[in-house]
DNA sequence: TACACGTGGTG
DNA sequence: TCACCAAGTGT
């Protein structure tokens, strides 16, 4: 009975008249999300309209970074910045220190930038505007499209990873990815209804992160597995096609731990630019693809041991292996220019790296 | 267009 | 173990 293809078509939506069938309906997807919707710290209860400056701060959290990484970040910016004047109005290093971890850091530079543009070009207000948005520091087409989308219901298609994903099967593009974006984003408007376009927006996402899964897809549960292409084919875990990666350089480097009598730790600041910029680092010999002889780059002079074994971290575009030098002195040595010495009991006001944080941890600190 | 830019989880 | 992946943006 229900497997009828009459039973089907209505169950997908498509079967409405004027509807073809093969035709992946806005209702259906809905229909699903009314009933399987996640609830997110960022999100309105059904029916309700989202807090422009959650969804903001939560997309610019959730920019390649899982749900659960975000949760407890969110909720701390949260209750220390309950509103995007409070967040302009902080200075940039309690930011970069409530970040601390989560990674990208360029993001909490520009999510400050954008809060200091959002009083000085809005009133404190987030534009209704998908172009203003786009205008806005560390706000690209996706999160434009998706603060459009959620916060204010505008028509808008934002399409992050979860969406490439679902139309990608749905279509079954064969072009690979980064090339395929624009067939995909097209394809992603063309879908788009009318009405309830945050909530349209979301359902893409959920769809994406619960059912149209990367490795394997619960095709069964799809509310569009009746028009969807890969699934026809039986093929929807080779979807999206991607282009082949490179092989990831491999660096090395040694840390200087130098720590002090009373347990404070010799720190500084990285520089202005580049990888983690402005955040808080263990002084070290540059990284490149040969270790460099490090007394060269000691930041002080003392007797430095090796530790043994090294810290392994992976960044996206290249391994990391530092040895570390430990040193230790009294506790009335200097600070050299552009250093500090910080007590462990101060760290979580540093804006320390999680790879600063495996240094100071290889060194038995903390 | 291609690369720089973090981190923690997972099959 | 390790390659891949997660609500991308800036240059």
């Known amino acids: 009975m229900t497997s009828s293809p009459a039973a089907r078509s209505a169950a997908s939506g498509a079967g409405k008249p004027g509807a073809k069938p093969g035709t992946p309906a806005p209702a259906a997807l809905l229909a699903w ?12 209860e059904p029916g309700r309209q989202a807090d422009p400056y959650h969804v903001f701060l939560s997309e610019i959290m959730l920019q390649q970074t899982t749900v659960k990484a975000v949760g407890p970040y969110f909720t701390g910016f949260l209750a220390r910045w309950p509103t995007v004047s409070h967040l302009a109005a902080a200075p940039l290093e309690e930011v970069l220190s409530a970040w601390a971890g989560l990674g990208y850091y360029a993001r909490a530079r520009n999510l400050h930038a954008c809060a200091q543009a959002v009083v000085a070009r809005h009133g404190g207000r987030f ?7 786009l205008a806005l520091p560390g706000i690209g087409p996706y999160t434009a499209a998706a603060i459009a989308s959620i916060a204010f219901d505008l028509k808008a298609s934002p399409v992050d990873g979860n969406i490439e994903r679902v139309v990608s099967r749905l279509y079954r593009v064969a072009e ?3 090339g395929a974006k624009p067939r995909i984003k097209a394809l992603a408007a063309a879908l788009t209804p009318a009405q309830r376009l945050g909530d349209f927006a979301q359902a893409m996402m959920d769809l994406g992160a619960t059912i ?3 490795r394997s897809p619960a095709c069964s549960l799809c509310p569009w597995m009746e028009p969807c292409a890969a699934r026809a084919a039986g093929d929807a875990a080779l979807y999206p096609v991607k282009a082949p990666k490179g092989e990831k350089p491999k660096r090395e480097g040694a840390a ?9 730790v010799l720190l500084r600041t990285r520089p202005d630019k ?5 955040m808080t680092e263990v002084p070290s010999t540059p990284w490149g693809p040969k270790p460099e002889a490090p007394e060269a780059h000691a930041p002080l002079k003392a007797r430095w041991r090796a530790l043994p074994g090294a810290v ?17 002195l009294h506790a009335t040595a200097p600070a050299p220019e552009g250093h500090r010495w910080v007590t462990p009991d101060r760290f979580d006001a540093e804006a320390l790296p999680s790879l600063m944080r495996k240094v100071l941890a290889h060194g038995g600190i903390e």
Do not use: N, S
């Not at 534009?127 to 948005?133: K, R, S, T, V």
């Open 274 to 278: 580049g990888l983690l910029a402005k």
């Open 312 to 328: 392994e971290h992976v960044f996206t575009h290249f391994a990391l292996t530092l040895k570390v030098l430990r040193a230790d």
């Open 176 to 178: 690979p990815l980064p």
């Open 256 to 264: 200087f731990l130098a720590v002090r009598a009373d347990g404070a």
């Open 127 to 133: 534009p209704d505007d998908e172009a203003a948005l």
């Open 212 to 214: 149209c899964t990367p």
């Open 33 to 44: 999300y009314d009933r399987h919707r996640r609830r997110l710290p960022w999100r309105a």
